[in-house]
């Protein structure tokens, strides 16, 4: 990689880009952590995210948003498979194949959700029959793991879901807003640009690419539909360090010795990558 007045230019846009996304999370942070609610009942109910393994459509019940996710998460390693099988390991410097491997990861990790929340349901609902439930009201809550007055405690984890839980909760939250934005990106890009525009004797379109850029989207979508998560945007930023991390780490990889770069555009020493490289922070603001 040679080292010219672009490099450096692309470096301090890239540092600006993460510095300026990471003061974004930590301002926002800070202004959640000020908010305390008038009252303990009130700080209770404020406090309990609503439960991720319940669909927000309220015909869908748990056990079908588990399997949706299982498939999906099935369907996409099988896909990342097939792509590593047709080319080689190299194909992971993609950023295509890194939000595909981040959108596995998501959707492994909300199966699990769901098989807990699958089972707290049971737990709670051995008949199924809510209709002759008499406070339909407190059953959520002991399935946001709050206190319902009388009733009895869940045995199997009703404050692990106001730490432990909380934080995987916002670890999914995480995953999800940078899988939306991440494969957004990469089929717009894909279908929008390299596809009318570079399609040639040297790259064409076959069944693997046209099945990772649209499986993709496709079950983003659905999930997108179903799912009852919170979607803050003030964790967008995460995003914007998502990308510049896939950055650093192709700039490592070259120092290093790769002497080949997945996308052209990404050459530091290019004439216009200081340019595409502020256009990409700035598309995405705080």
């Not at 399997?67 to 390693?77: C, D, G, M, S």
């Not at 792509?83 to 990861?105: F, G, K, V």
């Not at 997108?224 to 967008?236: G, K, Q, V, Y």
Request: negative net charge; glycine residues 6%; contains cysteine.
């Amino acid at each position: 990689m040679a080292w010219q007045w672009q490099c450096f230019l692309s470096f301090a846009v890239v540092a600006v880009s993460a510095a300026a996304s990471l003061g974004a999370i930590i301002r926002a942070n800070n202004k959640l952590r000020r908010r305390r609610p008038p009252r303990e009942d009130d700080a209770a109910s404020a406090a309990a995210p609503p439960p991720p393994w319940i669909s927000c459509w309220s015909l869908v019940p748990p056990s079908w948003l588990l399997a949706f996710r299982a498939t999906a998460a099935v369907a996409l390693a099988a896909v990342l498979a097939w792509d590593l099988r047709t080319y080689d390991p190299s194909i992971m410097m993609y950023y295509t194949e890194w939000t595909l491997l981040l959108e596995i990861a998501y959707f492994a990790a909300a199966t699990l959700c769901s098989a807990y929340g699958c089972r707290m349901v049971y737990y709670y609902y051995p008949s199924r029959d809510r209709a002759v439930d008499p406070d339909p009201e407190s059953d959520d809550k002991r399935l946001l793991g709050q206190s319902g007055g009388g009733d009895e405690a869940n045995p199997n984890g009703d404050d692990a879901w106001k730490g432990a839980g909380r934080l995987g909760l916002q670890l999914m939250q995480i995953g999800y807003q940078v899988s939306a934005g991440a494969v957004v990106l990469t089929d717009a890009v894909f279908w929008g640009l390299i596809v009318p525009f570079t399609l040639s004797a040297h790259f064409s379109l076959n069944a693997v690419m046209a099945c990772i850029h649209s499986l993709n989207l496709v079950f983003l979508l659905i999930e997108t539909a179903l799912n009852n998560l919170d979607f803050p945007w003030f964790r967008m930023p995460y995003f914007v360090l998502w990308t510049c991390l896939y950055v650093i780490i192709q700039w490592i990889a070259h120092v290093c010795g790769m002497t080949w770069w997945p996308y052209p555009f990404l050459r530091p020493e290019s004439s216009l990558a200081p340019l595409w490289y502020g256009a990409r922070s700035i598309s995405f603001p705080e």
